[in-house]
């Protein structure tokens, strides 16, 4: 674990009081006749002890890119999203999972389905970046995080690379009613990602994480909105489902190709290819 040490204002002013008050009974001290006469003291003395902190060197800086700006909590700076947990320094927010580079035809069937449920008063932002999740995110000491990747490593060692596809959508929200989700739910290659699930689990019990969902409905999420919209938007999830099952005359079918599962801690990612 990174350790830095950080005084509070109110150390640094203890600290800079009683070495200011050391060094003038010092020079009082030294500057004193032994005649008893009174001698000028010298106040400029007080000068030379620095009250503020020194700015902290930016290479030393650079070695510490975990660390966020208190700001970051702020939901006004992340589209009005709210932290599940409270940002905390040395906590790494981490989650292991599957990337989708999507294609050119995923991309503008999403933009229909954007502007669909926009009719509906809903304004769905779309995801910066789309991927199929494995495990909830946890919170990692920054410790851990080496143990706990070689852990991972270890688990998935012999496992096979598979291909999945996606189709069907659904609508999803996160535990704390804060966050609605248009998912695209996987219909294909279950079975291997549970077994997949299974070995991820083995090391989250290792380190008491929480563990994936019992039941868990594998998706790739699409698009979000503030607040808990689940109801509004199943009432007219069908509608967008048609864009799918019509897109330019044909069922569009989400296809991913699972070589490579990845694990993001912070501002880390750690890759682990499979097996063919």
């Known amino acids: 674990m990174l350790v830095g040490y950080s005084s509070s204002s109110e150390e640094e002013s203890e600290v800079t009081t009683d070495t200011n008050t050391s060094l003038s009974r010092k020079y009082q001290e030294e500057d004193d006749g032994d005649d008893g006469c009174p001698v000028r003291k010298k106040a400029k003395m007080k000068q030379l002890v620095p009250k503020t902190r020194l700015p902290v060197p930016g290479d030393l800086l650079a070695m510490y890119p975990e660390e966020e700006d208190p700001q970051t909590d702020d939901s006004s700076l992340h589209g009005g999203r709210i932290r599940s947990f409270k940002h905390e320094r040395g906590n790494w927010a981490t989650y292991v999972y599957f990337p989708y580079n999507p294609e050119e ?126 109801a509004p938007m199943e009432e007219w999830i069908q509608e967008l489902q048609s864009l799918v099952d019509h897109h330019e005359e044909g069922v569009f079918t989400l296809r991913l190709d699972c070589a490579e599962l990845r694990c993001r801690t912070g501002n880390k990612t750690f890759r682990f290819p499979l097996e063919s």
């Open 105 to 230: 035809e995923f991309l503008e069937l999403l933009d229909e389905l954007l502007s669909a449920a926009g009719a509906h008063g809903v304004a769905l932002k779309p995801q910066e970046e789309f991927h199929l999740t494995l495990s909830q995110t946890v919170v990692l000491r920054h410790h851990w995080i080496q143990p706990f990747i070689q852990s991972l490593r270890t688990g998935l060692a012999h496992c096979k690379r598979l291909a999945c596809s996606a189709g069907k959508l659904k609508v999803y929200c996160n535990a704390e009613k804060t966050r609605t989700f248009l998912g695209m739910e996987v219909l294909t290659g279950q079975d291997q990602l549970l077994d997949l699930v299974r070995a991820v689990d083995r090391t989250m019990t290792e380190y008491r994480l929480d563990t994936f969902y019992k039941a868990p409905s594998f998706h790739i999420s699409l698009a979000w909105c503030v607040g808990d919209f689940t």
